[in-house]
């Protein structure tokens, strides 16, 4: 299943849901007799929505009351993978990076994409390496090569970036 979004809290009284959009395709995933999925496996049809901002207003059938959308706060929306459309040469799902080897332009394996963090400004890579998990943000001056059919990213990261989560030796001290 692919997450689409993240219900945040309940909206007004009548069981409309305050939703965080994970997609790039909100209108079309959120529209009216679109059906989703809840992370414990309800099947939602939504009757009604609208933008709220940067997140969506969203009405499901059988939700009308605050009470039963409050049962919801926090519970993820998805789709089945088949559900997700074709997109252009170059360009990919956020989801099909989990699991690329990320390496440097020198050619030095930092680890595997553990998971994609969304929500700032820009996608973040959480990448599991041996010292422990490194964040890389996905900006075109770092991530300089993605190869999703390859499962492969090459970075340029910044001095310092993949030295954050490396052990220092007894006694070492950090500096201010």
């Known amino acids: 299943m692919v997450t689409v979004g993240r219900i945040v809290r309940p909206h007004g009284l009548k ?9 790039d395709f909100a209108e079309t995933r959120f529209r009216k007799g679109a059906r989703v999925r809840t992370s414990g496996g309800r099947e939602l049809t939504i009757t009604a929505s609208r933008p ?3 997140r969506w207003v969203v009405r499901f ?3 009308e009351s605050i ?3 409050e049962g919801l706060r926090n519970t993820e929306l998805q789709i089945e993978p088949e559900a997700l459309g074709a997109l252009p040469a170059g360009q990919y799902y956020l989801h099909d990076l989990v699991g690329c080897t990320v390496e440097t332009v020198d050619g030095q394996v930092v680890g595997p994409v553990a998971i994609v963090y969304t929500g700032a400004a820009q996608a973040v890579l959480g990448i599991d390496a041996p010292a422990g998990e490194v964040l ?4 075109g001056d770092i991530c300089r090569e993605v190869d999703v059919a390859a499962r492969r990213i090459v970075i340029a990261p910044p001095e310092g970036l993949l030295d954050v989560n490396r052990p220092t030796r007894e006694g070492d001290h950090a500096h201010d």
């Open 136 to 139: 890389v943000p996905m900006a």
């Open 52 to 54: 709220h901002g940067d």
């Open 15 to 23: 069981g409309d849901v305050v939703v965080e959009s994970a997609t």
């Open 61 to 63: 059938t059988g939700l």
């Open 67 to 69: 009470e039963a959308a």
